[in-house]
DNA sequence: AACCAGGACACAA
DNA sequence: TTGTGTCATGGT
C-alpha cells in the first residue's frame, strides 16, 4: 500500500485477476459508479474512490487516508472465490454460455439502505434513468463527500433520516414519479426503528424477505435484490422482466410457463449460489447482442 | 412515434 | 389463485 502524505491521496491496490470491472459496476447493481477516463468513480460507505485496472489487480484511490481498506475489499468482494463459485454451478448449456460470455463478473455487497432505497426506485426504469434518479437525489439530499478539486462535487446517499423528513413533493422532482411515496414510507420506516435493517442480518432469508415486502413498494423482486446485493444472500433469486425473459428464452422456448412456476424452476435448478447465476443471466440477457455483426 | 423499462398494487373474475 | 389497468417518466 502506498500513501501519498502530501496530497493526502491514499491509494491501494486489490489483487483480483480476472474481476471484470466494468460488468460488475455496470450491470444493474448499484447505480452510482460513473466512467471517466478509462477508471470507475464512484461513493462507497461516504468516501470518493475511483477505481482502475492495473495488471493483475485494482488500484483504488480515495481522497482520504485510509487505515483499513475492509471497507472497499468487502463492497467490491475481492476475496470471493468466483471460481468456485462457478465450479457450483449446474452445467446446462445456457448458464456455462452466459458465463462464458460474462466472466468476471461479481456481485457486490452494497449498504443495505443504499440497496433498498435505490430498488425501490427501480420498478420500470431502465438502468440508465435509475442512475439519473438516484443521482438528483444524493446531490439534493445527500451529504457532500470529499473529493478531488477536479473532480465533480461529490454527495453521500442521503441517509433514512434524512429522505424521512424531506416532502414527497421535493422527492418527485428528483423525477422518481409514483415512487416518490414508497421511498418516503420506507425513509420514515427505517428512520422510526420500525424497520431495523441491521437486525435483518441476523435472521433467515425468507423471515427478512418478508419484514422488507411489508413495506409499500417491496415486493418479491425488490426484496430479493436488496437481500441478494446488500446482505448477500446467494440463494435469492430476483426475476425481473431480463430474468424472466432469459429463464424462457433459454429454459423454456415455446412454452407457456407461469411466473410462479419460474421462481419454482429458479429455487431448484441452480443450487447454492442461484443469485450469482442470475445475475450472470441478467447480464448475458443485457450484452449478448451489443456486440453482434 | 409507439413501445418498453431490474414492479407493485388494487381489483376483477 | 391468475389476469388486467394504473401509476410517472424518459430512452431507444
Excluded at 445527500?142 to 429522505?163: D, I, K
Excluded at 420514515?188 to 425468507?206: F, I, K, W, Y
Excluded at 446488500?230 to 407461469?258: H, I
Amino acid at each position: 500500500m502506498i500513501c501519498g502524505k502530501k496530497t493526502r491521496q491514499c491509494r491501494v491496490v486489490f489483487h483480483a485477476p480476472g474481476y471484470d470491472l466494468d460488468a460488475t459496476l455496470d450491470s444493474g447493481q448499484a447505480f452510482r459508479w460513473q466512467h471517466e477516463d478509462g477508471a470507475w468513480v464512484g461513493i462507497v460507505k461516504g468516501r470518493w474512490v475511483r477505481l482502475v485496472r492495473a495488471g493483475q489487480g485494482i488500484r483504488a484511490e480515495t481522497v482520504q487516508d485510509v487505515t483499513s481498506w475492509d471497507w472497499l475489499s468487502d463492497y467490491l468482494q475481492v476475496n470471493v472465490r468466483l471460481d468456485e463459485v462457478i465450479a457450483a454451478f449446474p452445467t446446462d448449456k445456457p448458464l456455462q454460455e452466459a458465463v462464458a460470455a460474462c466472466s468476471g463478473l461479481r456481485l457486490l455487497r452494497q449498504d443495505p439502505w443504499e440497496c433498498l432505497a435505490s430498488f425501490i426506485l427501480s420498478s420500470t426504469k431502465q438502468i440508465v434513468q435509475i442512475k439519473q434518479i438516484v443521482g438528483l437525489l444524493c446531490e439534493r439530499f445527500g451529504e457532500p463527500v470529499a473529493a478531488p478539486a477536479s473532480a465533480t462535487p461529490a454527495y453521500a446517499f442521503p441517509t433514512a433520516t434524512a429522505l424521512a423528513k424531506v416532502s414527497e413533493a421535493e422527492l418527485r422532482r428528483c423525477k422518481m414519479g409514483f415512487r416518490a411515496p414508497y421511498l418516503l414510507a420506507a425513509a420514515q420506516a427505517v428512520a422510526r426503528g420500525e424497520l431495523n435493517l441491521s437486525a435483518l442480518a441476523g435472521v433467515e432469508t425468507e423471515e427478512a424477505r418478508t419484514s422488507l415486502i411489508t413495506l409499500p413498494g417491496v415486493g418479491r423482486k425488490i426484496a430479493d435484490c436488496v437481500l441478494l446485493f446488500a446482505y448477500g444472500r446467494q440463494d435469492a433469486f430476483p426475476v425481473d422482466v431480463w430474468v424472466s425473459k432469459a429463464l424462457r428464452e433459454l429454459y423454456f422456448p415455446e412454452q407457456l410457463v407461469t411466473p410462479k412456476h419460474l421462481l419454482e424452476f429458479s429455487r431448484t435448478h441452480f443450487g447454492p449460489y442461484a443469485g450469482y447465476a442470475q445475475q450472470y443471466l441478467f447480464h448475458y440477457m443485457r450484452t449478448r447482442y451489443a456486440s453482434a455483426p
